[in-house]
Nanobody
Framework: VQLQASGGGLVQAGGSLRLSCIVS????????LGWYRQAPGKQRELVAT??????TNYADSAKGRFTISRNGKNTVFLQMNSLKPEDTANYYC????????????????????WGKGTLVTVSS
């Protein structure tokens, strides 16, 4: 299983970006898909997650500005509006509780999966 995030870039404060993450492989079930971020010199922090039942969870900093959504079990999006300079960070795609096919067998994994970050830079 691999996660590939895209959509980062440079945007002015008040602007918008849409991040996408594709989870490779044949995914039957998942517990959570989501996004975390890590700014320079800071710890990685939760941005938003979504469950297979479409229950969402947002960091307080993201509420009202960011929206997480998904397309099936393989793609998760993060729509970010009203961006602020403090949103500048590497954004990491995340998946947990995956049930997937591997070499003809069904694997129920307890691992957390991470993609490589996509950099979001918000200028003031």
């Amino acid at each position: 299983v691999q996660l590939q995030a895209s959509g980062g870039g440079l945007v002015q404060a008040g602007g918008s970006l849409r991040l996408s993450c594709i989870v490779s492989g044949k995914i039957f079930r998942f517990n959570r898909l989501g996004w975390y971020r890590q700014a320079p010199g800071k710890q990685r922090e939760l941005v938003a997650t979504i469950t297979e039942s479409d229950s969402t969870n947002y960091a307080d900093s993201a509420k009202g500005r960011f929206t997480i959504s998904r397309n099936g079990k393989n793609t998760v999006f993060l729509q970010m509006n009203s961006l602020k300079p403090e949103d500048t960070a590497n954004y990491y795609c995340y998946a947990a509780g995956l049930v997937y096919e591997e070499y003809g067998s069904v694997v129920a994994s307890g691992e957390d999966y991470w993609g490589k970050g996509t950099l979001v830079t918000v200028s003031s």
